[in-house]
């Protein structure tokens, strides 16, 4: 099993039945040697530095109706809101005196928010803070969409595959929502020149480890410049709420490998991994991951925006996420940087 892993090392890269063994066959003493491997690769092209991104959670209104979020439409219990122009600038404001210079813009699927109010939304941060980076986090929409907000100046897009199998997709998504129009989102964005996240959910419904070895050479075929993954965890007012929560121990493991099998790529320790473990998004770090995402969104919308249950940081104000991140990550022997935090690859 070490060999595989050195071998993942060595090639970035590994047939699909080696990484359904390492998976399948992982133990306490063999993830300990991949975290060895995952940090010291993470380390040589981003030393100690952990990258932060602002966390904006914009609009809470959304069309789709996937059976994992919490924020799905049917879910009738939600309070919707929407942020105008004026909060989401104020958010980035006060990001910026935090040292954040990125600003993730997250929201559900709302057409309320057109391309003209987005590209207005963009061009007025940009030329407030034209040393900032603005990553949008949108879902699914047209290449004209797309197109406009890269010229309008956002550089970076979010937008988890949430699994590379097309019948498990299925599995967790409505019929009007498919794989095909997913990856081609994906394609079309990274086309356009926007630097691209994709992701998954670990433990999630109905996933097997085939499933899991197709997220990662889904990642290999993509090459994108980030990638999101966290544990699956259950939302009670959604289809899913009697389900399993993701694993910390198989979340972490597969933070290893997307480390080892992607060298440069920035890699999230989520939210996700800290609700599900009060230690968790230190433990992400510890396995190759160098970006954290602290929330910037206004307290009083922070407990809207329940993707899964107990949530964390829901009642924080910005600053206290802030350098309560920047103690986590000192704690461990890390340090949170102000920078844009672009990646490797690009610089
Ligand atoms: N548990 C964990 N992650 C979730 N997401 C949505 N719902 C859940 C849940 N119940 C993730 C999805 C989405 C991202 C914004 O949040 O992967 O892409
Ligand atoms: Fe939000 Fe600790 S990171 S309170």
């Known amino acids: 099993m070490k060999e595989l892993i050195d071998k993942l090392y060595l090639n970035k890269e590994l047939k699909s039945e080696e990484f359904k063994a ?5 133990t306490p003493e063999l993830a300990e040697y991949l975290f060895e491997k995952s940090r010291q690769v993470r380390m040589t092209h981003y030393g100690n530095d952990i990258y932060m991104r602002g966390l904006i959670e914009f609009t809470n209104y959304c069309k789709n109706d996937c059976y994992y979020c919490g924020i799905r439409k049917s879910n009738s219990k939600v309070q919707r809101y929407r942020l105008s122009e004026d909060d989401i600038l104020i958010c980035c404001q006060t990001g910026y005196d935090l040292g954040f210079r990125t600003f993730v813009l997250q929201g559900g699927e709302d057409s309320y928010f057109s391309d003209e109010k987005l590209v207005h939304i963009i061009t007025s941060i940009k030329k407030q803070h034209s040393d900032c980076a603005i990553t949008l ?40 929502l498919t794989l095909a129009s997913r990856k081609a989102c994906l394609f079309d964005l990274k086309q356009i020149g926007f630097q691209v996240g994709a992701g998954f959910m670990v433990g999630s419904p109905f996933q ?14 993509l090459q994108p410049h980030m990638v999101g993954i966290g544990p699956f965890i259950p939302h009670h ?111």
């Open 22 to 26: 390492l998976i399948q066959g992982r």
């Open 137 to 176: 986090s949108i879902g699914e929409r047209s290449h004209e969409s797309y197109l406009a907000f890269f010229n309008a100046g956002a550089e970076r897009y979010l937008l988890r595959h949430e699994t590379a199998n097309a019948q498990h997709y299925k599995m967790l998504h409505p019929p009007n």
């Open 208 to 221: 097997t480890v085939d499933n899991l070895v197709e997220d990662l050479l889904f990642i290999k075929e």
């Open 237 to 347: 007012q959604t289809p899913f709420a009697k389900e399993a929560k993701g694993s910390l121990e198989l979340t972490l493991f597969m933070l290893g490998l997307i480390r080892l099998l992607s060298p440069e790529v920035l890699l999230p320790s989520t939210t996700a991994l800290g609700t599900i473990d009060p230690l968790g998004r230190e433990l992400g770090i510890l396995a190759g991951g160098n970006v954290v995402m602290p929330n910037l969104s206004p307290v009083s919308v922070r407990n809207k925006y329940m993707l899964y249950d107990n949530k964390i940081c829901t009642g924080d104000e910005a600053a206290e996420c802030r350098f309560c991140m920047q103690k986590r990550m000192e704690s461990i022997g890390y340090q949170v940087v102000v920078s844009r935090g672009d990646c490797i690859s690009l610089q």
